[in-house]
């Protein structure tokens, strides 16, 4: 069993077998171009299969907030609460601000599902902020 | 676009838990497991919820 492992571990995989870290300037820039484009940062990374995915994931949760009626919060501080909101909707880079130029995400309270889309244009913001910090991680070589 | 509360679940669980396996797991079988582990226990937890609310008089 252990040959078994050492035989996966040593075959080809997705991620090059050592991590060179990166200067602080190439981690914000790449980490920057994940969140405007979720999955940039890994593809920079040369992470072939896992940023897709990760793109993938976003774009779904993103989309269906969208088409669920969901609710995209701008900043305003006279609800303070609602800053909350803007910073997890603002995680999905520039999904977020292309749906404000097309007036999407206006959020139609009376539709069935407006909570569960406001609900998943949120955890996606939030999840592209993980993906972010796992580029940065990735980026400064603390993993593989 | 209308989705039923499961709908929904199962899509909000498949994606998280395919996110948190890819985070948080180095291999492929790692990451498999663990978001396996994660879709189902988000599964769970929901329909245990849901069994606990149902008596309430919400």
Redesign the interface.
């Known amino acids: 069993m252990e040959e078994t492992d050492e035989q996966?571990?040593a075959s080809p995989?997705e991620?090059p077998a050592e991590v060179q870290p990166l200067s602080m300037a190439a981690t914000l820039a790449i980490c920057s171009g994940g969140w405007l484009i979720p999955g940039l940062g890994h593809i920079l990374l040369r992470r072939w299969i896992?940023g897709p995915?990760?793109a993938a994931?976003v774009l779904?949760?993103f989309s269906?907030g969208i088409?669920?009626?969901g609710k995209l919060y701008d900043l305003q501080f006279d609800e303070p609460l609602h800053v909350f909101a803007f910073i997890a909707n603002a995680g999905a880079g520039a999904l977020y601000i292309l749906a404000g130029r097309l007036n999407l995400g206006i959020g139609i309270m009376t539709?069935?599902?407006y909570d569960?889309g406001t609900?998943?244009l949120w955890?996606c913001g939030l999840?592209n902020y993980?993906?972010v910090l796992?580029a940065f991680d990735i980026a400064q070589g603390r993993?593989? | 676009?209308?989705?039923s509360h499961f709908e929904?679940l199962l899509?909000?669980a498949l994606?998280?838990s395919?996110?948190f396996a890819?985070?948080t797991k180095?291999?492929?079988?790692e990451q498999f497991r663990y978001g396996v582990f994660v879709f189902l226990s988000f599964l769970a937890v929901a329909l245990a919820v849901g069994w606990i609310m149902y008596p309430l008089p919400l």
């Not at chain 2, 180095?26 to 079988?29: A, G, I, L, S």
């Open positions: 996966v571990q995989r991620e896992r995915i990760f994931c779904l949760m269906l088409a669920m009626e539709a069935p599902s569960y609900t998943f955890v999840l993980l993906i796992d993993k593989p | 676009m209308t989705l929904a899509i909000f994606v998280v395919t996110v890819l985070i180095n291999t492929p079988r």
